[in-house]
């Protein structure tokens, strides 16, 4: 059984149980919050109203790795001219080189 606050907080507190007893709520073992899809609280957090789109995940071409990781073992970090020249070189944007950047870091 899971419990929901209605709080939309992540932390324990007294008043989050309807098991009345233990430490800060706990008993038994189990979980106080439900981190499902669904935000019954109203926080806007899982509200698909407001939900962006996101980009679908790029598939570099083996080229496109091959350039990027040559260019990261001489230099860990990019100037801003540098990204653009290389993601123009690439044909990515200055976002995806970016991003690549500081996953590899």
């Not at 091959?66 to 070189?89: H, P």
Request: glycine share 18%; with cysteine; aromatic share 6%.
């Amino acid at each position: 059984m899971y419990i929901l606050s209605d709080d939309g907080g992540c932390g324990s507190g007294g008043g989050q149980s309807d098991s009345g007893g233990g430490a800060g709520g706990l008993s038994g073992g189990q979980p106080l919050h439900h981190h499902g899809g669904s935000n019954p609280g109203g926080s806007g957090a899982g509200s698909s109203k407001s939900k962006k789109t996101r980009k679908a995940r790029t598939a570099f071409t083996d080229h496109q790795l091959n350039t990027l990781e040559q260019s990261f073992e001489r230099q860990k970090y990019l100037s801003v001219q540098d990204r653009m020249e290389l993601a123009s070189k690439l044909n990515l944007s200055d976002t995806q080189v970016k991003t690549w950047y500081q996953n590899r870091r």
